[in-house]
C-alpha cells in the first residue's frame, strides 16, 4: 500500500517540479527579452483557464494529442518508441471524410479512423515482427510516406471544388455536437477520455496487458513466463493505430467551423509528434496522459492571450512553451531510458 502511495506521488511531484523549473526558465528568458514575465504568464493562465470559453478552447485543443499520446504510451509499456502515429493521423482524417460522405453517420466515421488506423499501423508491426526492422526507422519512413500520399489525396481526390483551400467538409449528420455553442468544445473530447480510461482497463485489468507490461519490462523474462513477445508488439501497434486513427476522425469530426482537412494539412499536421511530449509527460499512463493532455492543450489555447494581451511575439512564445515541455517531459524520458537498459 506504502509502495502504491509513493508509486502515484512520486511521479506526480516530480513533474509539478519539472513545471516550476521550466516556467522558470521561460520566465528568465522573458526577462532578458524585454517582456514581463508576470504579464505573460498571467495571459496565458487567463486565456486559457480564466473563463469557461478559455477551458472550452484548452479541452478541445487537448482531444487529438491525448489519442496520440496513447499510441506512444502503450507502445512504450510494450517497450517500443512507436512515433507512427502522425502518418496514422492523416488517413484516420480522410478515412473519416470518405466514410461519412458515403453514410453521414458519426459512428461510420469512427469506424473508418479506426480501420485507416489498423491498416496503416499493421505495416510497421509486421516489420517489427517478421523482419527485424527497428520501429523508429520504419515509423518515421511511414510518416513521410504517409505526409505526401495524404496530400496527394487531400488536393488531386477530395478537394473542395467551391474552395480550393480545404477539402470535402464532413456531412452536419456525423459531426459531433457542440457542447458551448460559440467554441470549439465538441463531444469528441469525450472520445478521448474514453480512449484513455480504455487504455488504462486494457493494460492493468486483462491478461492481454499483462502481457504487454511483462513483454516491456524483459522480453526475455515474458518469453519464460509463456508470454509471446511477438503478439504483445502485434496488439501494442494495432491498438495505437486504433487511437491515432481515431485522432484524425475526431479532429474532422468534431472540429467548426469546416469540418474537413485544410490546405497544407495544417489543422492535422504536427498531432502525433505532440503526442510523444504528452505521453512522456504522463509518464506513459493512460490517466496521466489525461492530465498531461490538458496540460499541453492549455499552453496552447493560452498562447493567443500571450500575443495579444501581454505583446510577446509568436516565436517568443513558442520558444517558452518548448523550454517548458521539454523540461516537464525530461522525467518521463530518463524513466524510458532506464527501462530500455534494464532490458
Given amino acids: 500500500m506504502k509502495a502504491n502511495i509513493k508509486g502515484f506521488f512520486k511521479p506526480l511531484v516530480e513533474s509539478l517540479i519539472a513545471i516550476i523549473i521550466g516556467m522558470l526558465i ?14 505573460a504568464y498571467v495571459a496565458l493562465f487567463d486565456g486559457a483557464l480564466g473563463s469557461k470559453y478559455g477551458w472550452a478552447m484548452t479541452l478541445s485543443a487537448a482531444t487529438p494529442i491525448i489519442l496520440t499520446a496513447l499510441t506512444f504510451g502503450l507502445g512504450a509499456r510494450t517497450g517500443l518508441f512507436n512515433i507512427g502515429a502522425e502518418g496514422t493521423v492523416y488517413f484516420g482524417a480522410i478515412a473519416a471524410i ?10 461510420i466515421g469512427l469506424l473508418g479512423g479506426i480501420i485507416a488506423g489498423l491498416v496503416w499501423m499493421s505495416i510497421p508491426a509486421f516489420l517489427k515482427v517478421f523482419r527485424g526492422v527497428n520501429e ?13 500520399i495524404a496530400l496527394y489525396i487531400v488536393l488531386q481526390k477530395i478537394p473542395n471544388p467551391d474552395d480550393p483551400n480545404k477539402t470535402i467538409a464532413v456531412p452536419v449528420s456525423a459531426r459531433f455536437p457542440i457542447v458551448i455553442r460559440g ?6 473530447f469525450v472520445i478521448s477520455v474514453a480512449a484513455a480510461l480504455i487504455a488504462y482497463y ?11 507490461r511483462v513483454s516491456g519490462y524483459n522480453e526475455r523474462a ?37 469540418y474537413a482537412i485544410s490546405q497544407g494539412m495544417a489543422n492535422i499536421y504536427g498531432y502525433g509528434f505532440d503526442g510523444i511530449g504528452v505521453s512522456l509527460v504522463g509518464r506513459n499512463h493512460p490517466i496521466g496522459i489525461i492530465f498531461s493532455g490538458i496540460f499541453f492543450g492549455m499552453l496552447k489555447a493560452g498562447a493567443t492571450a500571450m500575443q495579444i494581451e501581454a505583446g510577446v511575439p509568436l516565436e517568443m512564445v513558442r520558444m ?24
Fill in 26 to 39: 521561460g520566465a528568465i528568458i522573458l526577462a532578458f527579452s524585454g517582456y514581463s514575465p508576470t504579464e
Fill in 98 to 107: 470518405i466514410f461519412t460522405n458515403i453514410l453521414g453517420n458519426v459512428l
Fill in 136 to 148: 523508429v526507422v520504419s515509423t518515421i519512413m511511414l510518416n513521410w510516406m504517409a505526409y505526401f
Fill in 183 to 188: 467554441t470549439e468544445l465538441s463531444w469528441a
Fill in 202 to 212: 486494457i493494460l492493468w485489468h486483462t491478461t492481454l496487458g499483462y502481457e504487454l
Fill in 222 to 258: 515474458a518469453r519464460y513466463g509463456g508470454i509471446n513477445p511477438k503478439k504483445a508488439v502485434i496488439w501494442s501497434f494495432l491498438l495505437g493505430g486504433i487511437m491515432s486513427g481515431l485522432a484524425g476522425a475526431t479532429e474532422v469530426m468534431g472540429r467548426p467551423p469546416s
Fill in 320 to 343: 517558452v512553451q518548448g523550454i517548458i515541455v521539454v523540461t516537464v517531459a525530461i522525467p518521463g524520458l530518463l524513466d524510458l531510458l532506464k527501462r530500455g537498459v534494464r532490458k
